[in-house]
Nanobody
Framework: QVQLVESGGGLVQAGGSLRLSCEASGRTFSSYSMGWFRQGPGKEREFVAAITSNGGSAVYADSVKGRFTISRDNAKNTVYLQMDSLKPEDTAVYSC?????????????????WGQGTQVTVSS
């Protein structure tokens, strides 16, 4: 059984920053790629960012490229999402997810384990 627990969400003004954390337990965290997804009000879940198992490569959605940074610390079994220059349209529930692969994946169907999510609200 794998558990993913997100933290770090909250309310921030436009232009501000937040750092989300996702701590994993239950299996070999460092073996698999991880991702962040979000679901805004009335919207479908969308890909935000993903990182390879060793942290050597990452990909981002066009909407967050240049503003968000994904990273991981395998010694702490934790993946992070640094969010800068936040916009009201970034408001969503952010969830981390784990694949069973080493390579990056951007589709929700490729992820096996999901956290409960953390709310991020950006005010204008």
């Amino acid at each position: 059984q794998v558990q993913l627990v997100e933290s770090g969400g909250g309310l921030v003004q436009a232009g501000g920053s937040l750092r989300l954390s996702c701590e994993a337990s239950g299996r070999t965290f460092s073996s698999y790629s991880m991702g962040w997804f979000r679901q805004g009000p009335g919207k479908e879940r969308e890909f935000v960012a993903a990182i390879t198992s060793n942290g050597g490569s990452a990909v981002y959605a066009d909407s967050v490229k240049g503003r968000f940074t994904i990273s991981r610390d395998n010694a702490k079994n934790t993946v992070y999402l640094q969010m800068d220059s936040l916009k009201p349209e970034d408001t969503a529930v952010y969830s981390c997810a784990s694949t069973l692969r080493m390579a990056i994946r951007s589709q929700p169907r490729d992820y096996t384990y999901w956290g409960q999510g953390t709310q991020v609200t950006v005010s204008s």
